[in-house]
């Protein structure tokens, strides 16, 4: 995540957050750049929570992980864990998935995204680590990799089908001292979201699972 300002909210992912009744989970920095991850376990209930005052700041890139393991919700900042929740089963939404906004709302992220990656079934981080400085691959469990090509294309197996909302573009300009980015290069505010996905989403499982927006 490469952010340009905080002045509003910034949502990172969001999964049937647009409404009251499809509810599963948000991911997003607040204007003070703390990072949020909100739930439902209903569809209708909501619970935020801060995962951490994450000191981030704009015009740098930032490696950004939400990682369950077992019974707790962790975040990493640049590889340094923050304040870890207690987990619990997500609503299992029938909504798409929104990367860099909340559907219905004026939450988009001012600023870059690259290499953004879920995987199901590993808590890929459990301790300290140094961020990954080449582009993320699919590992074991990987149900979407994107954010990293000319086109907006899902790089995991199962190689979803991506709508551009609007006239998304990708760009290969190098920001700070990274390439391969993806921000509305039109003008024009748009988005893009991933058809059908519920990659980390289950009322009745539980396990581990992560949501990655590496920098490469």
């Known amino acids: 995540v490469y952010a340009l300002s905080f002045a509003s909210t910034r949502v990172i992912v969001d999964a049937g957050y647009e409404g009251t009744t499809q509810r599963s989970y948000l991911v997003y920095f607040d204007t003070s750049?703390?990072?949020h991850f909100a739930y439902s376990t209903t569809g209708s209930n909501n619970t935020d929570t801060i995962l951490g005052s994450t000191g981030v700041v704009t015009n740098s890139w930032i490696h950004v992980a939400v990682v369950?393991?077992?019974s707790t919700v962790t975040p990493y900042l640049n590889g340094v864990a923050g304040t870890s929740q207690t987990a619990e089963n997500l609503y299992a939404t029938t909504?798409?998935?929104?990367?860099?906004?909340?559907?219905?709302?004026?939450?988009?992220l001012n600023g870059y995204l690259s290499n953004y990656r879920v995987v199901k079934g590993t808590a890929v981080y459990t301790n300290t680590f140094t961020p990954p400085s080449a582009p993320l691959t699919a590992i074991?469990?990987?149900?979407?990799?994107?954010?990293?090509?000319?086109?907006?294309?899902?790089?995991?197996?199962n190689a979803w089908s991506i709508s551009n909302t609007g006239s998304v573009a990708m760009t290969s300009a190098t920001v700070g001292t990274y390439s391969t980015i993806a921000n509305d290069s039109s003008?024009?505010?748009?988005?893009?979201?991933?058809?059908?996905?519920?990659?980390v989403t289950s009322s009745a499982t539980t396990y581990d699972a992560m949501i990655e927006i590496g920098r490469a």
């Open 140 to 157: 074991s469990g990987t149900s979407l990799l994107t954010l990293q090509n000319a086109t907006i294309i899902d790089n995991s197996t």
């Open 68 to 70: 369950r393991n077992g």
């Open 187 to 199: 003008g024009n505010s748009n988005n893009w979201t991933p058809n059908n996905i519920q990659a």
């Open 33 to 35: 750049s703390n990072l």
């Open 95 to 108: 909504k798409p998935l929104y990367i860099n906004y909340q559907d219905g709302q004026s939450s988009l």
